[in-house]
């Protein structure tokens, strides 16, 4: 079992930047790959960013350059920095972690940026 808790999200104005955090209860080097996802009101979720237990980072087109996803092994824990903010990010954000043999997630953290 992983249990994975968010936090970090908030109020910003548009340009403005947002670090959200991802506690997981053990190693993130035991989680085969850990991300975030975003949901928008009357969307479906979508994948944010994702990091691999050996550093690979890979990104949505929409974020890409904007957002950073790094992980601290020290704090099993995993960070979305956003930057450059815009109204369309605004959004639930949840972070998903996945083992071989199961998916978990977090109970999300709003994120909102007016312009």
């Known amino acids: 079992q992983v249990q994975l808790v968010e936090s970090g999200g908030g109020l910003v104005q548009a340009g403005g930047s947002l670090r959200l955090s991802c506690a997981a209860s053990?190693?993130?080097?035991?989680?085969?790959?850990m991300g975030w996802y975003r949901q928008a009101p009357g969307k479906e979720r979508e994948w944010v960013a994702t990091?691999?237990?050996?550093?690979?980072?890979g990104y949505a087109d929409p974020v890409k350059g904007r957002f950073t996803i790094s992980g601290d092994s020290a704090k099993n824990t995993v960070f979305l920095q956003m930057n450059s903010l815009k109204p369309e990010d605004t959004a639930v954000y949840y972070c998903?972690?996945?083992?071989?043999?199961?998916?978990?997630w977090g109970q999300g953290t709003q994120v909102t940026v007016s312009s």
């Open positions: 998903n972690g996945k083992t071989l043999a199961n998916s978990y």
């Open positions: 053990r190693s993130i080097f035991s989680i085969h790959v």
């Open positions: 990091i691999t237990s050996g550093g690979i980072t």
